[in-house]
Structure formats: structure tokens, C-alpha cells
């Protein structure tokens, strides 16, 4: 299984993005996924998390203004990004618990999409 996150780009204060994690191979479902970000120099920060059941849980940084989604029939999640903040600036990566086929969920992080936020 293999995520690919998409989406990022260069986008002015205000704007908006959506934030793409597409999961491919032989999976049969995301069960959970989370989207972090990460500036040089710091630590990689969770932003928004979502459950099974649609239970969301969202950094008080970004709280109102991001929505994350899961849509299994496309195999794919969401970070829908609102009023973007040049804080909201950083590299954006994409997790996920996923269910496999061959039985068991198993953990898998996407490659980094960056966010470029400007004032």
C-alpha cells in the first residue's frame, strides 16, 4: 500500500487548498488518517485527525478553518484548508491506519506536500 499526497501549492493569505492522500495496492479500506506539518527546524505537528465513525479532532492552531474527510469508495482523504495563515506555512503529510486485504490494518505515511502561504 502507498500514499500520495497532492494538493499543495503556493496560495496567498486568505486562500484556500485541498489537501489530497490517495492510498493505491491492495488495501480494503482507510480506517483512520491524520495530516501533519512540519516547518525546518520543528517538529512535526499533528492538525487533524479523523476516526472511524467521522470522529474528527482538530489543533487549536487550525480549529474553524480545516476540515479533514475520508472517502473510501475513492480510497482516498481530505484536508480542506480555509483562510489560510502564513503560519499555516509547511511541509504537509499525509497518514493512515488502512485495512488490507490480506488481513490486518497497518500504519503508512505519504510523501510531504508543500504549503506555501503568503502575506
Known amino acids: 500500500v502507498q500514499l500520495q499526497a497532492s494538493g499543495g501549492g503556493a496560495v496567498q493569505a486568505g486562500g484556500s487548498l485541498r489537501l489530497s492522500c490517495l492510498a493505491s495496492?491492495?488495501?480494503?479500506?482507510?480506517?483512520?488518517m491524520g495530516w501533519y506539518r512540519q516547518v525546518p527546524g520543528k517538529e512535526r505537528e499533528l492538525v487533524a485527525s479523523i476516526s472511524r465513525g467521522d470522529n474528527t479532532n482538530y489543533s487549536d492552531s487550525v480549529k474553524g478553518r480545516f476540515t479533514i474527510s475520508i472517502d473510501n469508495t475513492k480510497n482516498a482523504g481530505y484536508l480542506e484548508m480555509n483562510s489560510l495563515k502564513p503560519e499555516d506555512t509547511a511541509v504537509y503529510y499525509c497518514t493512515a491506519n488502512i485495512r488490507s486485504v490480506w488481513g490486518g490494518n497497518f500504519p503508512y505515511w505519504g510523501e510531504g506536500t508543500l504549503v506555501t502561504v503568503s502575506s
Open positions: 495496492g491492495s488495501l480494503l479500506s482507510i480506517n483512520t
